[in-house]
């Protein structure tokens, strides 16, 4: 009977030594599946950074400006364009270079008057004719420019008398059109008004250059909509 003791002791002893051996082994295990199952029940779904970046742009104003070689959308081509991205409070959050775009002497030879000595003036017939890039480049490298600002089909396209230089890009920049909002702020219909309603606010309006240079003219846009801002929508 002591035998048989001694035995089942034994036994009893490797047991519980072999499991206490296994339960140790186990128990990072058990601890880590138990903090992972804690961390899925608990954890609150959150945005994605790129989430988070296409909502703050939704407010975003994507400024343009082209020089043409004419009004006429059906006949005329661009030459110029610049682009300038602010917030909601027009403070300037990107801006691009000029883009130049090479055109055949027969678009800068055809060119009435005022704009064959404008742009002569300015410099950009001869930027024009020296330029490499083509329209389809300069397409791809402003929508390259303003997708990282922006929230898609949004942020709404603005400028003096934007429209005109709305059915231009529509016409050659489809695809730079397609990521905008289809409404527009035009700075120049607020001029409009402020011309009939507040005139003398109106006199007080900051003195532009008019280079007729597409960077030049945004930034003077934006100054101009800062302070019918500050002395009309307050």
Request: charged share 25%.
């Given at each position: ?5 001694n035995?089942?002791s034994?036994k ?21 599946h ?18 988070k970046?296409?909502?703050s ?14 009004l ?34 027969s ?39 303003i997708?990282?600002?922006i ?11 934007i ?5 231009f ?37 900051p ?28």
């Open positions: 009977m002591l035998y048989k003791s035995v089942l034994l009893f002893f490797v047991f519980v030594g072999i499991n206490a051996m296994l339960f140790r082994k186990l128990i990072p295990k058990t601890r880590r138990l903090t992972w199952l804690f961390r899925t029940m608990t954890t609150v779904s959150q945005p994605s950074v790129q989430e970046t296409v909502d742009c939704k407010n975003n104003i994507v400024w343009v400006d082209l020089e043409m070689s004419g006429d959308v059906n006949t005329e081509h661009i030459l110029e364009m610049a682009c300038i991205i602010t917030d909601a409070n027009l403070n300037v959050l990107a801006e691009s270079e000029d883009l130049i775009i090479h055109q055949p002497d678009v800068l030879d055809s060119m009435g008057e005022w704009c064959t000595r404008q742009h002569g003036e300015s410099g950009l017939t001869a930027a024009v004719k020296n330029s490499k890039i083509d329209l389809k480049t300069a397409e791809k490298m402003m929508v390259d420019f997708q990282p600002h929230s898609p089909s949004s942020c709404p396209l603005a400028g003096n008398s429209h005109c230089d709305k059915q890009l529509q016409k050659y920049m489809p695809n730079f059109m397609e990521q905008l909002h289809y409404r527009i702020i035009d700075v120049s219909s607020i001029k409009e008004l402020c011309r009939r309603w507040y005139p003398e606010t109106l006199n007080q309006a003195v532009k250059k008019l280079t007729h240079r597409a960077l030049d003219d945004i930034r003077e846009s934006i100054e101009e909509l800062k302070f019918y801002r500050k002395t009309v929508f307050k």
